[in-house]
Nanobody, 121 residues
Framework: QVQLVESGGGLVQAGNSLRLSCAAS????????MGWFRQAPGNEREFVAS????????SYVDSVKGRFIISRDNAKNSLYLQMNRLKPEDTAVYYC??????????????WGQGTQVTVSS
């Protein structure tokens, strides 16, 4: 089992930045590829970004490329999502997840409870 707890969400104006964190406990964090997903009201949960267990590869959905950066610190059992130049359409609950590098949410075995990000125009 891996327990995941997100933090760092909030209300921010468009154009500004937020940094999300995900603290992991339980099984060895560094064994897992990790991802960030988001879900807006009425929408399905969608892939945002992923990173390999070593951090040597990252992947992003097209809508956040060049604005968001996923990273991890295995010594701190932590995953991060730096979100820059935020847009109102980035408003969603953001989830971290463990278990895959691919964008298919069905491949991720462990999920956090989510943190709300609201971007005002």
């Amino acid at each position: 089992q891996v327990q995941l707890v997100e933090s760092g969400g909030g209300l921010v104006q468009a154009g500004n930045s937020l940094r999300l964190s995900c603290a992991a406990s339980g099984r060895t964090f560094s064994n897992y590829n990790m991802g960030w997903f988001r879900q807006a009201p009425g929408n399905e949960r969608e892939f945002v970004a992923s990173i390999t267990w070593s951090g040597d590869r990252t992947s992003y959905v097209d809508s956040v490329k060049g604005r968001f950066i996923i990273s991890r610190d295995n010594a701190k059992n932590s995953l991060y999502l730096q979100m820059n130049r935020l847009k109102p359409e980035d408003t969603a609950v953001y989830y971290c997840a463990a278990g895959s590098y691919r964008p298919d949410k069905r491949l991720y075995a462990y999920w956090g409870q989510g943190t709300q990000v609201t971007v005002s125009s």
